[in-house]
């Protein structure tokens, strides 16, 4: 007997409706995103609405869309939307969650070998590192292989009393965090002490010295592509000067 066919399948494409995106003053001194002159909605049924440079890129997205509307170029309305349904009545949890990552930071756990990403990991993670303790005013243990060390719980502490405030903000930095694996790093970045590129190089160490050991395949390019693209959005978000055009 044959039932059914329950595969979920993606949904349909959505077909541009629209002309043009632009942006209109909006309360708190942001702008709000218009499609042919139409308020635009984030899903939770809010309007879309930010800093004016941030809004000005949401609307450069909608503007690049060909026929059917694709999301997933679009990091930085997605961003935003995040922000306005989901951070802003979660403040604290987002809060606690980034000081909980902060605690297995990538750039605590060391290869032992070999000894030319060993040498790559200290020149990139050592000055972060150092920022870290500098800044909060703790010691951070480095240990070599996965298994978990106990950080010093005012490291944590000291990460949450530095993170942003504001939802979109905080949502920028939980992304860019969640996309380094470093809370450290992000701060270090929101701190000026990191430029996006350096950024990026820090949080793809082993990464890119597998790539040049063993090579790339198409798949994971792309992949690496896509995260880069969310990150620079967040990045934008804390920093609008780090990352000056989209790309």
Do not use: C
Request: zero cysteines; charged letters at 25%; proline letters at 9%.
């Amino acid at each position: 007997m044959t039932g059914r066919d329950t595969t979920p399948r993606p949904p349909e494409p959505i077909r541009r409706f629209y002309k043009e995106a632009t942006v209109a003053p909006h309360a708190g001194g942001e702008a709000r995103i218009l499609l042919d002159n139409r308020p635009v909605r984030t899903p939770a049924k809010a309007h879309l609405a930010a800093p004016p440079a941030i809004a000005e890129r949401i609307a450069a997205e909608w503007n690049a869309q060909g026929d059917y509307i694709l999301p997933i170029s679009m990091p930085m309305t997605r961003l935003a939307n995040t922000a306005i349904d989901g951070v802003t009545a979660a403040l604290d949890p987002v809060k606690d969650d980034i000081a909980k990552m902060a605690q297995s930071d990538l750039v605590m756990y060391r290869a032992d070998f070999p000894a030319g990403l060993v040498a790559e990991q200290k020149a990139h993670w050592d000055p972060v590192v150092a920022f870290a303790e500098d800044a909060l005013g703790v010691r951070i243990l480095l240990a070599e292989g996965i298994m978990p060390v106990e950080q010093d719980p005012r490291l944590s502490e000291g990460v949450r009393r530095r993170l942003p405030a504001t939802p979109l903000p905080l949502a920028a930095f939980h992304q860019l965090t969640t996309l380094t694996g470093s809370a450290l790093t992000t701060l270090a970045f929101t701190e000026a002490l990191l430029d996006f590129e350096r950024a990026w190089q820090v949080a793809h160490v082993d990464e890119d010295w597998n790539i040049r050991e063993w090579g790339e395949d198409a798949e994971a390019a792309a992949r690496r592509a896509q995260r880069r693209k969310d990150a620079e959005a967040a990045a934008f978000v804390l920093r609008p000067d780090a990352v000056p055009a989209a790309s």
